[in-house]
């Protein structure tokens, strides 16, 4: 059974930061992309960063949105991937979910189609 844990969510401070993480277990996602996305109230469910793995190299993407504020990363050991978040706004509130890859399909990764598994989330909330 695949399971995908947040942690690391809470109430910051705008231009603080946080640190998200997000443990799988249940099977590897070394090879396939991980990702985060975010949902806000009355909003739809939006891409926030992904990690995809090619050839043994990761390459990643971002929302225009957090683009040098937010910096994902992975941990393939751990089986781990890693959301830091700085400089946050109070925009940035919302429940923020993990996101795995489990068999490669033609949707692009920013979509929610390309991933197979999700987090239960964890809540950011940003404070003015």
């Known amino acids: 059974q695949v399971r995908l844990v947040e942690s690391g969510g809470g109430l910051v401070q705008a231009g603080g930061s946080l640190r998200l993480s997000c443990a799988a277990s249940?099977?590897?996602?070394?090879?396939?992309?991980l990702g985060w996305f975010r949902q806000a109230p009355g909003k739809e469910r939006e891409f926030v960063a992904t990690?995809?793995?090619?050839?043994?190299?990761?390459?990643?993407y971002y929302a225009d949105s957090v683009k040098g504020r937010f910096t994902i990363s992975r941990d393939n050991a751990k089986n781990t991937v890693y959301l830091q978040m700085n400089s946050l706004k109070p925009e940035d509130t919302a429940v923020y979910y993990c996101?795995?890859?489990?068999?490669?399909?033609?949707?692009?990764?920013?979509?929610?189609?390309?991933?197979?598994?999700w987090g239960q989330g964890t809540q950011v909330t940003v404070s003015s």
């Open positions: 996101a795995a890859e489990g068999v490669r399909k033609g949707a692009s990764l920013t979509t929610t189609s390309r991933y197979d598994y």
């Open positions: 249940g099977r590897t996602f070394s090879t396939y992309a």
């Open positions: 990690m995809a793995i090619s050839w043994s190299a990761g390459s990643t």
